[in-house]
């Protein structure tokens, strides 16, 4: 599509800035021009007009504002909407939108497909094809920013979409830096949550990086037996190593860590772990994040049963954690990381292009 044109969102300030003034114009050119198509929201350089018009032209000529480009947007009654995302080399990623009162949260993906192969989860079932650049991260940002209406804005990320964010940190890491900048959508550092597998090494690179993120690790076991057979990575990584580095965290950014926990019936939702869970994390302030499975096509695991669910949340809250269950957020639209895209690749269905 733009295949000869580069990807504006991929190149940074320093290098627009270059460009400018190898085509005759002053560097601060190109702050204007992240300014109009992140702040401004425009989608094409003509609508640029403070900028010259011989400028705007030969923009066009040489960057595209959007290498990849939305093939299919759904509505779901609460608001939420999945989006699937074509990119240059026909790679299909999810990202979503969640309404919710005032809040307007981005779910972003960080790969195509993912590495992990966490047994319950659609997006690694096929592997991982790449990682994505910065740019294809901020155009998922835009995307869904185009959804809005005009006076409304995005407040809060959540990185949980496609892939394993922390194995993609160099890429990820200047894309929230557009997300939380003034210049660029204004989303506060406190608003973004990373949740990550559980990569010691790099938990610990991200609390040095200096930023006010929320960091959300995905536990789902009480016990390095269970981890083992639902996340295989947990095969090289216990989760002694990975609440030290929890810890680390929390130590050096001052921020309260979510522990993330998948509920899989009969698999790690009975009583005993909810309470080997509780000693397990004794004498951390911790938020823990309960999510009911949500079932995914041809994957044996069960959701649990409400009671079941109760009853966990209520043994860890006894224990002096705060809990939290999360809600089935566009369960109808297959909002479970890589759902999306695998009904999409199965059904061969032709779908509706609702937005671009
Ligand atoms: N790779 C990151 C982001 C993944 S998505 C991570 O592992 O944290 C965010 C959360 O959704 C993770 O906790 C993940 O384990 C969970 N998840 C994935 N598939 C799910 C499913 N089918 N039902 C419920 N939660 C799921």
Redesign the pocket.
């Given at each position: 599509m733009n295949g000869s044109k580069r990807a504006l969102w991929n190149a940074s300030l320093e290098e627009l800035k270059s460009w400018c003034e190898e085509h005759g114009e002053r560097g601060f050119r190109a702050r204007q021009i992240r300014e109009w198509a992140g702040q401004h929201r425009v989608r094409g350089f003509d609508a640029m007009t403070n900028l010259p018009k011989r400028l705007r032209h030969e923009l066009d000529q040489a960057w595209t504002l959007s290498s990849s480009s939305v093939s299919h947007a759904s509505n779901d009654v609460d608001l939420t909407r999945k989006l699937l995302v074509r990119l240059a080399d026909g790679g299909v990623i999810e990202c979503v939108l969640i309404v919710e009162e005032d809040r307007r949260t981005l779910c972003l993906s960080t790969q195509v497909g993912?590495a992990?192969g966490?047994v319950?989860?659609?997006?690694g079932l096929d592997g991982v094809d790449r990682s994505l650049t910065t740019g294809e991260m901020i155009e998922q940002m835009l995307h869904v920013t185009h959804l809005l209406p005009p006076n409304e804005r995005l407040t809060h990320i959540?990185?949980?979409?496609?892939?394993?964010?922390l194995a993609n940190l160099e890429a990820l890491l200047p894309a929230l830096e557009f997300a939380t900048a003034k210049t660029g959508l204004g989303v506060s550092q406190r608003h973004v949550t990373i949740?990550?597998?559980?990569l010691p090494k790099r938990i610990r690179q991200l609390a040095e990086a200096g930023k006010r993120y929320h960091l959300?690790?995905?536990l789902?076991a009480s016990n390095d037996r269970i981890r083992q057979q639902i996340?295989p990575t947990a095969e090289k990584v216990t989760l002694d190593e990975i609440l030290a580095a929890a810890d680390a965290f929390r130590q050096e950014t001052g921020r309260q860590v979510t522990f993330?926990y998948?509920l899989l019936a009969d698999i790690n939702d009975e009583a005993h772990h909810a309470q080997e869970l509780a000693r397990r994390l004794r004498g951390r302030d911790a938020m823990i994040n309960l999510?009911?499975?949500?079932?995914?096509s041809g994957?044996p695991?069960r959701e649990p049963t409400s009671t079941r669910t109760k009853a966990f949340a209520e043994t860890l809250r006894e224990a002096g954690f705060t809990v939290k269950v999360?809600k089935r957020k566009g369960a109808r639209i297959d909002a479970?990381?890589?759902?999306l895209r695998r009904s999409q690749r199965d059904s061969n269905e032709i779908v509706p292009l609702v937005s671009s």
């Amino acid at each position: 599509m733009n295949g000869s044109k580069r990807a504006l969102w991929n190149a940074s300030l320093e290098e627009l800035k270059s460009w400018c003034e190898e085509h005759g114009e002053r560097g601060f050119r190109a702050r204007q021009i992240r300014e109009w198509a992140g702040q401004h929201r425009v989608r094409g350089f003509d609508a640029m007009t403070n900028l010259p018009k011989r400028l705007r032209h030969e923009l066009d000529q040489a960057w595209t504002l959007s290498s990849s480009s939305v093939s299919h947007a759904s509505n779901d009654v609460d608001l939420t909407r999945k989006l699937l995302v074509r990119l240059a080399d026909g790679g299909v990623i999810e990202c979503v939108l969640i309404v919710e009162e005032d809040r307007r949260t981005l779910c972003l993906s960080t790969q195509v497909g993912c590495a992990m192969g966490c047994v319950f989860c659609a997006s690694g079932l096929d592997g991982v094809d790449r990682s994505l650049t910065t740019g294809e991260m901020i155009e998922q940002m835009l995307h869904v920013t185009h959804l809005l209406p005009p006076n409304e804005r995005l407040t809060h990320i959540v990185v949980m979409g496609m892939g394993e964010p922390l194995a993609n940190l160099e890429a990820l890491l200047p894309a929230l830096e557009f997300a939380t900048a003034k210049t660029g959508l204004g989303v506060s550092q406190r608003h973004v949550t990373i949740s990550t597998v559980g990569l010691p090494k790099r938990i610990r690179q991200l609390a040095e990086a200096g930023k006010r993120y929320h960091l959300a690790v995905s536990l789902h076991a009480s016990n390095d037996r269970i981890r083992q057979q639902i996340v295989p990575t947990a095969e090289k990584v216990t989760l002694d190593e990975i609440l030290a580095a929890a810890d680390a965290f929390r130590q050096e950014t001052g921020r309260q860590v979510t522990f993330e926990y998948v509920l899989l019936a009969d698999i790690n939702d009975e009583a005993h772990h909810a309470q080997e869970l509780a000693r397990r994390l004794r004498g951390r302030d911790a938020m823990i994040n309960l999510i009911p499975f949500n079932p995914v096509s041809g994957l044996p695991y069960r959701e649990p049963t409400s009671t079941r669910t109760k009853a966990f949340a209520e043994t860890l809250r006894e224990a002096g954690f705060t809990v939290k269950v999360r809600k089935r957020k566009g369960a109808r639209i297959d909002a479970a990381c890589g759902q999306l895209r695998r009904s999409q690749r199965d059904s061969n269905e032709i779908v509706p292009l609702v937005s671009s």
